[in-house]
C-alpha cells in the first residue's frame, strides 16, 4: 500500500523558514517523483515543486524559485522543502504526492496545463500539514 505522510508545517512570521518532509512507503521509491503541492482557502491546487527520484532532476514553480529547496534521501525514502524567506502568500495547506516516473521525464502534465496545474495526473496523495506564514 502506498503512504505518503506529510509533517513539518507549522506557524511562522515572514521571513522565516520551515522544513517540511514527506516519507514515502509502499513503493520503489527511486522509480518515483515526488511533488509538494499547496491549496490556499478558495484557490486551486498548485504544484510547488517536485524531484524525479530516478535523476534527480528537480523543478519549480515561478513564484518559489530561490526561496524554496527540495532534495531527496533515497535511504530514507523522505523527500523535504526546505523553506526559507516565506511570505504570507505562502500560506496554504501544503501535500505531497507520488507518481511513477521513468529517467530524465519531466513532471506529467494535462496540456495546455503545465504541471503545476496538472495536480490530478499524481495518483497518490499524503494528508495535508498546514503552513501560515503571519505579516
Avoid: H
Avoid at 530561490?66 to 533515497?74: V, W
Avoid at 529517467?103 to 498546514?130: E, I, M
Amino acid at each position: 500500500e502506498v503512504q505518503l505522510q506529510a509533517s513539518g508545517g507549522g506557524l511562522v512570521q515572514a521571513g522565516g523558514s520551515l522544513r517540511l518532509s514527506c516519507a514515502a512507503s509502499g513503493f520503489s521509491f527511486d522509480d518515483y517523483a515526488i511533488g509538494w503541492f499547496r491549496q490556499a482557502p478558495g484557490k486551486e491546487r498548485e504544484g510547488v515543486s517536485s524531484i524525479n527520484n530516478n535523476d534527480g532532476t528537480t523543478y519549480y514553480t515561478d513564484s518559489v524559485k530561490g526561496r524554496f529547496t527540495i532534495s531527496s534521501d533515497n535511504a530514507k525514502n523522505t523527500v523535504y522543502l526546505q523553506m526559507d524567506s516565506l511570505k504570507p502568500e505562502d500560506t496554504a495547506v501544503y501535500y505531497c504526492a507520488a507518481v511513477y516516473r521513468e529517467y530524465g521525464r519531466a513532471p506529467p502534465t494535462a496540456p495546455p496545463r503545465p504541471w503545476t496545474t496538472s495536480w490530478y495526473r499524481w495518483p497518490y496523495w499524503g494528508q495535508g500539514t498546514q503552513v501560515t506564514v503571519s505579516s
